[in-house]
Each structure stands twice: as structure tokens, then as C-alpha cells.
């Protein structure tokens, strides 16, 4: 049984992977897009952008390949923490169209910060990777 539990990780860790991959990319593809709404939020744009931009490529790059995913999620995990402390307000916003698309990327925050704690926390659960 611990066969496919190894598995369903592995599977997990290339989903999660990719998904940081894309938006690291996506950083950089569209990063005079990204940078002003972080300017908007007011964040030190475009400094900031690239250099999250390259901490979600590095971090997504470990998951993917399996090397040192565990600490690699406590990267990304320092990189959603810092978003809720700084970004969220979605409830603040008047423009219910602005407020949904908001609320999504906070909910979306919170479940990727969920998984990344998971995984950060219980570093046993690391397996079918090398650096550990």
C-alpha cells in the first residue's frame, strides 16, 4: 500500500511542480502587466515581480525534478506568507467583478500555502526524490 502513496506524491509534486513553473513564466512573459498591478497594490515593482518570478521558477523547477522539494516548499511557503501579509484586502474592493477576481486568487493563495505547510512539515513525506 505504501507503493501507491509514493506514487500519488510523485503525481502531486509534478502537478504542484508545473503549476509554479507556469506562473514563474507567466512573471516574466507578462511582466510589465504583473508590475504595474503590483505597483497598483503597492509593491516595489518590477524588482519585486522578477525576483518572485525566479524564486517560483527555482521553486517550481525542485518539485518537478525531485530535488529537495521539502525545502523548496518552505521557499514558496515565505513567498505566499509574504502575499497574505501584504496583498489580500479583496473585501475592501467595491467593483464586485475586481472583488470576485480577488477573492479567487486569495482562495487560491491559501490552498497552495495548505499543501505547501503539508508538505513542509512531514519532510517523510518527500519520497521518490533525491537531496532530501
Known sequence: MGNIYSVAFLIG??????????AGCNHFA????????ARMKGTPAPL???????LL????A?????????SRS?????????YFIHDPRFWSIQDSQAKIGEMTQFQQNIAT???L???LLNPATCPMSFGR
Request: charged share 5%; glycine share 18%; with cysteine.
Open 74 to 82: 518552505d521557499s514558496a511557503g515565505d513567498f505566499s506568507a509574504a
Open 113 to 115: 500555502l495548505g499543501l
Open 48 to 54: 519585486a515581480v522578477g525576483a518572485s518570478g525566479i
Open 57 to 60: 521558477l527555482l521553486v517550481g
Open 117 to 119: 505547510l503539508m508538505t
Open 30 to 37: 507578462h511582466l510589465g502587466m504583473i508590475a504595474g498591478y
Open 13 to 22: 509534486r509534478i502537478l504542484i511542480g508545473g503549476f509554479f513553473l507556469v
Open 62 to 70: 525542485s518539485l518537478l525534478l525531485g530535488f529537495q522539494p521539502c
